[in-house]
């Protein structure tokens, strides 16, 4: 396992982390103050400015990518299911002019809430299918691009509203039937926060191998958590053993960043310095 | 899959659902009154009245139970695990009094939150690994005395503080561990809110078989969820396909209660009679 004491070299920063403090130009100013060297931006932080100035900045900051956030929200009705393919095409452009590594993929939940407008459903089953449907389909376009997708297991309790997609093993399944040769264009991306409940998560990261593991995401979960959505924990903060997760994926070769992704409305009250002060100081004691 | 939508022979109230507003007696005189004919009370509840008293009450209004909230709580720290052992052995024999057909089990999750002044911990295997030789240890007692043991999984949402078993795979695998001879002594509890996500959950109910079911809870999923322990819904009002889980359940041969369980600040601001009558009439309609 590297050892990130020293130096947080290999910490990415998810923007959404720093979301409210400003836009994508100050959150890239702020990383260059902090010596952060790869962030991870949200796909309306980068529509905000401008594809192509953000494209500008992340090179003329000598920035690298960790991912891109985010498509998916493949669950729809007939009548909406057109839009969220294109929807999901232009993501994986932006993230090719972006130079991710990857696009992050969030499966969507039930209809109603994956894609507004469509019928409601109480059919988690044929949420799931459609969702392997819409993946297999945006491989395809991926493909020609040479842009791997990073499907992101959520934990159980978005399974309505933000994916049915809620363990490892479930999104290893969808990348065994799709892409059974392992190309290197379809894997997961892990968020320690989604699966470190999961009693199986261990023998699915020696699953996945290097070839799946296209992502790997950090934060912690408090005890207890007050927000269902926007109360994630700085690593250190909660019970999650961030180092084991983190042991388990780099003894598959993963070798890429932590990218910190922390959804807090305490965070996100507190200035940009600070948060960052604080990514770097656990990234390198508790990451 | 039998027929609820003519009379509610079938529905059980878990007492929790109505706990504020009454005690054990004032919830029982609520179901006499709404020819509810079976409960689930809890400890606590059982305990404000006196065991003794509670007995004659559920006797004297010809009352069955579903089963008895709850032991379990099997993570501790070394100072604290006898206390664990002598208080679930003190449900076992509370349930056996109350003529309960099993005691709900929760496992608990990380020591520090499972028995208070544990000392704290983040290694959830290490708490699944304690779980397992607690229920180990309840066995041999349960079977002594011919109680029945229900281990009821719970949503990833609580692994940390409430319960490290979290998947009805999970809880199969201690029963085929502890019971490999399907004694009738060791089983699970199954409720649709922890439930209902898993993409497993069906052919693990059939893998469970009539043998391993001893207790089916149901309420329902909230989209957006306002509180992570206490904004369960009313059946009928969330995501849940409820009959969907009920069908496979009984497919495998149960024939017993649909418990209605709910924890929610909502529904414990109203008046008994409303919520009584609201449960009877969805447990016709959607159960």
Known sequence: MRDFSADH?????NTATVRKQGDLAEIIEACARHGIRAIDPWR???AAVGLDRAVRMVRDAGLELSGYCRGGMFVADAAHRM??????RR??????????PCIVLVAGGLPQYSRAGSAASKDIAAARAQVEDGLAELLVYAREVN???AIEPLHPAYAADRACVNTTKQALDICDALDPKRTGLLGVALDVYHIWWDPEVLPQIARAGKDRLLAFHVCDW??????ILNDRGMMGDGVIDIKS??????????????????????WWEKPVDEVLRTCIERHRSVV
Chains 1, 2 share one sequence.
């Open 9 to 13: 070299r290999w910490m990415s920063l």
């Open 44 to 46: 309306e932080q980068v």
């Open 83 to 88: 839009q969220a393919r294109d929807d999901n």
């Open 91 to 100: 993501a994986v452009d932006e993230a090719k002019a972006l130079g991710a």
């Open 147 to 149: 842009l791997p997708l």
């Open 222 to 227: 408090l005890v207890p958590t007050k927000d």
């Open 245 to 266: 997760i983190r042991a388990a994926v780099e003894a598959q070769g993963f070798a890429g960043y932590s990218e910190i992704e922390i959804f807090s409305n305490d």
